[in-house]
């Protein structure tokens, strides 16, 4: 069964930082921020939810990235994001959370530039297919952990 291997929060920016637990609000994550509040944040993308796998195939290419370098709030593993589409409803920890859109990767990411030169947005990026992760919208506040299940409820019509 998918779970949730790690919960990110900053104060704005990359890389976010583990935190044991948090609650998920109505207004995204506890203790977590946005540094350009006019791109993220808005109603539909309150939880930004990365795969693991992801992650793990862009270091094992040598990015040196890690979970939560991303921007992710909650890093999920056993969930491919192929599998993901807007209108799906998961539990996240004891919250409900709506997927809403792939989220486009960003120069923010070019921190993580490849030791070659290359950026990180090709590698990551693809429209149809939420590589680079998605966003989310609260359904249901809760508390979310690691090792917390990581759910597909039903997906909305």
Known sequence: MPDI?????????VPKRAVEE????????EGD????????GGPRKKVLVMAA???DELAAAGFPV??????ENLTVRGSLPEEWRPGQVWQAGDALIEMTEI???????DVYRHPSGRDIQ???YNATVA????????????RVSAGAPFELLYECA
């Open 5 to 13: 291997i790690q919960v990110n929060v900053s104060r704005g920016g």
């Open 22 to 29: 948090a609650m998920i609000t109505r207004h995204g994550i």
């Open 33 to 40: 921020a946005w540094a350009h509040p006019r791109i993220h």
């Open 53 to 55: 796998e992801i992650v």
């Open 66 to 71: 890690f979970y939560g370098a991303l921007g």
């Open 103 to 109: 989220r486009i990767p960003c120069g923010t990411l």
């Open 122 to 124: 090709g590698p990551m």
């Open 131 to 142: 590589r680079s992760g998605m966003y989310a919208s609260v359904h249901t506040p809760g």
